[in-house]
């Protein structure tokens, strides 16, 4: 097993700031910042790709 020195990891770092932040805030945060998240993004990725997949094609027909 590895020797700690003091450090933590990035995963145990995320779930410290993950628990006190749920301590601060409360749960209805997350629900929140989730929402906005939900809104604020444009096409995800997928949803991009299919989009310009289907341009390129009616583009081809023409």
Do not use: C, D, N, W
């Not at 003091?6 to 779930?15: P, S």
Request: aromatic share 4%; charged share 40%.
């Amino acid at each position: 097993m590895e020797e700690k020195k003091g450090k933590m990891t990035v995963e145990e770092a995320g779930r410290r700031g993950g628990l006190r932040t749920a301590e601060t805030h409360g749960g209805e945060f997350y629900s929140e910042i989730g929402r906005k998240g939900g809104k604020s993004g444009g096409p995800k990725g997928g949803q991009r790709v299919r989009r310009l997949i289907q341009e390129g094609k009616a583009h081809e027909e023409e």
